[in-house]
């Protein structure tokens, strides 16, 4: 035989197949991936059939886990606003200084010096959009197309912050008309019963731009606004589930990421789409019939329990992400700027610390192992929680703990939970492992001396503040570029 064709024959007996590859090598499988990532508001963690629900009929999302890969262990944040912060920028929240919820006319937005995860992907070609829930400022001067997407439709906020009365349970009074934007333009205040066509008007938008962009790559960042109260399933769902209207309208957005898989299905796209789905926080608890499920997670949003910041998520790729799989293995929202950033091959923010790690060798299959040393709990400014592998240590008391009724509690001591053991964070072993606790308390003291305890750190980069904040839907708002 040649001795060039012998030499040929063993390199490629000697690479990896594709789904081993590096994630260096991941651009270089063939040309550049679109993303979608799909993200719903408030959904617990066990509100989908993949991740235990029987109350929920999901026949997409399980064919979407069966395809690809659950990840078991993914975390966004209590709330919405810094949860969305994190995606964007790849960031804890507060390094961005956006810890918490923000409202209509809000005096702060995401900071446009921010390079977001839509600025890195379009600087290397990508198409861009946002479809949906905005909520990290409402100012013209930092909506989406001031963040790197080509195109915005969606509501800047949550749809309980405006255009009906709020419910009960919540603190906002008096809403506001509620602005549907297109790009940087209301194009109409929305009343109640438009809310129902939410899902299939966004899907539709997102359809549409999906067929626009089939010869180049392109970045769909699809964020729901369901499920956030007030509840309003389409017409077509209404009364189809056996779990009330929110299971309706988690059966609508089942129909909703079905559609956007058929839709790649058909245009042959499928090979060469990554599409991530996930939850920004956990499901609002107490609201009767309008309450989602943590499973079998403790808490909900507002705390950082796990049901309030570990999410249902699923990531589907086919070829590419093992078909059918599952991992454990500790990541969240912080990773998917990083994440993406590599599959189009570019480069990160230079002189900036980003929090999140790039993920691809966990969804290409070739480690369980965490690309986190530790993984941060903020709630707010406030560090409450912190994790390194199967360990969680709490260390400082979390939402949900006590009634406000009940006597002061005696001073907080850290406890500490197996989660491989005791997913449910029910038996505190801290004092069968010291060891682990002063383990896992350096880690948070590092992260305390970056991001600050007290008062804020040197690592904490400020937020954008808008000089005269007034509503979209006031008189006045110029179009934004």
């Not at 992907?121 to 790197?148: F, N, Q």
């Not at 309208?249 to 898989?261: F, H, R, Y």
């Not at 409450?384 to 592998?389: I, K, M, N, P």
């Not at 904490?460 to 008189?475: C, F, I, N, S």
Request: proline residues 10%.
């Amino acid at each position: 035989m040649n001795k060039q064709i012998m030499l040929a024959l063993l390199l490629a007996a000697l690479l990896p197949p594709p789904a081993a590859l590096q994630a260096a090598d991941a651009p270089k499988l063939a040309a550049k991936p679109n993303i979608i990532f799909i993200l719903i508001d408030d959904m617990g963690y066990g509100d989908i059939g993949p991740f235990g629900s029987t109350k929920n009929h999901t026949p997409n999302l399980d064919r979407m886990a069966l395809e690809g890969m659950k990840l078991t262990s993914f975390y966004g944040a209590p709330v919405c606003t810094p949860s969305r912060a994190q995606v964007l920028t790849g960031c804890y929240a507060k390094r961005v200084s956006l810890p918490e919820v923000i409202f209509p006319a809000a005096k702060i937005g995401l900071n446009p010096k921010e390079r977001t995860v839509a600025d890195l992907l379009k600087s290397g070609g990508y198409a861009t959009m946002c479809i949906g829930k905005w909520h990290v400022g409402d100012a013209p001067e930092v909506l989406p197309t001031r963040h790197g997407f080509d195109h915005y439709f969606g509501l800047p906020y949550s749809n309980d912050m405006g255009g009906e009365e709020a419910p009960a349970g919540t603190k906002q009074k008096g809403p506001p008309p509620l602005p549907l934007v297109r790009d940087g333009q209301v194009i109409e205040t929305l009343a109640p019963r438009d809310q129902d066509r939410l899902i299939e008007r966004y899907t539709d938008e997102a359809l549409k731009f999906i067929r626009q962009n089939t010869t180049i790559p392109f970045f769909l960042y699809f964020p729901h606004t369901a499920v956030h109260v007030p509840i309003h399933p389409g017409k077509l769902f209404k009364s189809h589930s056996a779990n009330g209207p929110y299971g309706d309208w988690v059966e609508e957005l089942d129909w909703s990421v079905g559609a956007v898989m058929n839709m790649l299905r058909e245009l042959k796209l499928a090979d060469n789409t990554l599409v991530f789905f996930s939850s920004d926080n956990g499901p609002w608890l107490g609201l009767g019939n309008s309450s989602g499920s943590a499973g079998p997670l403790r808490g909900g949003k507002f705390s950082t329990f796990e049901g309030g910041v570990r999410e249902p998520t699923i990531a589907w790729w086919p070829g590419r992400i093992p078909a059918g799989s599952t991992c454990d293995a500790v990541a969240g929202n912080i990773d998917l700027l990083p994440t993406f950033a590599a599959l189009a091959g570019a480069r990160l923010p230079s002189g900036v610390k980003i929090d999140g790690r790039n993920i691809l060798p966990i969804l290409f299959g070739r480690t369980k192992d965490s690309e986190h040393a530790a993984y941060f709990y903020f709630n707010g400014n406030r560090l409450e929680a912190v994790r390194s592998g199967p360990w969680k240590l709490a260390i400082a008391c979390q939402a949900g703990t006590r009634k406000k009724s009940a006597p002061p509690p005696p001073p907080f001591k850290p406890a500490l939970y197996n989660l491989d053991m005791d997913i449910g964070e029910t038996t505190d072993v801290a004092t069968e492992h010291p060891d682990i606790v002063a383990s896992l308390q350096k880690y948070a003291t590092e992260m305390d001396a970056d991001l600050g305890a007290k008062k804020l750190g040197p690592g904490v980069r400020p937020p954008y503040h808008v000089a005269k904040p007034t509503g979209l839907w006031m008189p006045g708002h110029a179009p934004v570029d």
